[in-house]
């Protein structure tokens, strides 16, 4: 039996338009010879009737500190609706299908709630479907922990569910749905000739998915890299073949061809940061600063990124709603931290850049050329990124879009 799952986002179930659209593609995948499992997102984007966060605010409306299980029991309701919808959608419209939860489907996780990890799969239920030529609708961003309680797998849930599943069932591909053509060079948004990829590496999408492209979460994409099951970020509006992500380019008819990584593969950014700059060489005692600085962070559920830490200067960032919380910590403890609100990080990926010379002198040069001021970088193997002023963002991920000529 050969598997494909097929998982359908929030956008993509909201009408009944789209409804009829998801049963084409599913019609479409049958006739080719694959046996179809679907995974479904709550309903519509914020502010919809079912979408998960109009269910978050249902609860908080009432009380604004509900236990963390609690709070998954309302949050996995926006994918028992959605998914009992679709699958009797499907049923109605010549396409035999059933519903199931993530304990029906077998997902198991730890009990993390609001952020689980999948322990295990056990796809019983699913294989007695496909068996019957039932096309199973299985309810994402959910499982169960060994006690039995419902928990929810974090933002990004479903995409986590469909790799599982895909994993599980030793699926000959995983394709995510959503509302764009495929993964691309740049927020279109920003720039105007960005493409669509044909191809990328897991490794590749994880660092986009990280630095800010929202189009897969990279905890999915962890899932299938490490057995290798291939995925493919595609639109539910049209038939284009969007963005096949793995490291072997499989053309479903048998033939094999590798993928190099890309010196760049694309520009992505993140909004909403603010600097925090602590000159540690006018301390009296910096002796073990650092730690208390973390430390201080960490005991107040203060998430930092983009750690530079050196003898003269110790610099991070956090969001923008949590630097005043910061500043007040830091003062606390002595220290006169500068504060610069409203940053954004924009980057480079490419998982061929380690070793070749001159890309941060391009990266360099792009901002030197359109007076965009680096206030802080830092690099991996996989990306340079920089820290600039949010008012820079869009002229940043324009000029570095096209100092590596990423245009289509």
């Not at 963390?68 to 679709?86: F, K, R």
């Not at 602590?278 to 600063?289: S, T, W």
Request: charged share 20%; aromatic share 4%; net charge negative.
């Amino acid at each position: 039996m050969k598997i494909i799952v097929q998982k359908f986002g929030g956008s993509s179930v909201a009408t009944p338009e789209l409804k009829n659209r998801i049963r084409e593609i599913v019609q479409e995948t049958k006739k080719q010879g694959y046996s179809v499992v679907t995974v479904v997102s709550a309903m519509g984007r914020a502010g919809d009737p079912y979408a998960t966060d109009t269910l978050i605010n249902l609860i908080k409306d009432v009380n604004v500190m509900p236990s963390l299980e609690e709070l998954d029991l309302i949050m996995s309701c926006g994918e028992l609706i959605s998914g009992v919808i679709l699958a009797n959608y499907l049923t109605a419209n010549g396409v035999k299908a059933c519903y199931l939860s993530g304990e029906q489907a077998g997902i198991v996780t730890d009990s993390n709630f609001g952020n689980a990890h999948i322990l295990y799969v056990n796809p019983q239920k699913i294989m007695d479907c496909l068996e019957k030529d039932i096309v199973p609708v299985v309810a994402g961003f959910q499982g169960v922990d060994e006690k039995g309680r419902i928990t929810t797998l974090g933002r990004g849930g479903s995409d986590t569910t469909a790799s599982a599943l895909g994993v599980a069932l030793n699926a000959e591909m995983i394709d995510i749905f959503t509302d764009v053509d495929g993964v691309m060079t740049a927020d279109p948004r920003i720039v105007d000739n960005a493409r669509v990829l044909h191809s990328i590496t897991y490794n590749e999408i994880c660092q986009l998915a990280r630095d800010g492209a929202k189009v897969i979460h990279p905890r999915a994409v962890e899932i299938a890299m490490q057995y290798n099951v291939p995925m493919r970020v595609r639109s539910t509006l049209n038939g284009t073949a969007g963005t096949l992500v793995t490291n072997q380019n499989i053309d479903m008819k048998n033939n094999v061809h590798l993928i190099r990584d890309n010196l760049i593969t694309g520009i992505t950014h993140t909004s909403n940061l603010a600097q925090i700059k602590i000159d540690a060489g006018k301390l009296e005692n910096k002796r073990g600063i650092e730690l208390t600085i973390f430390k201080s962070m960490a005991a107040a559920g203060i998430s930092v990124d983009f750690i530079n830490v050196q003898p003269a200067a110790i610099m991070f960032t956090v969001m923008n709603d949590q630097a005043a919380r910061a500043e007040e910590l830091l003062k606390g403890i002595g220290l006169e931290p500068v504060i610069e609100l409203h940053c954004a990080k924009v980057a480079i990926v490419g998982a061929a850049m380690t070793g070749i010379p001159g890309v941060m002198a391009k990266v360099a040069e792009a901002m030197v050329e359109n007076d965009i001021e680096i206030l802080q970088s830092g690099d991996s193997y996989t990306n340079i990124w920089c820290l600039v002023s949010e008012d820079n963002m869009c002229k940043a991920v324009k000029a570095l879009h096209d100092k590596f000529e990423l245009g289509g």
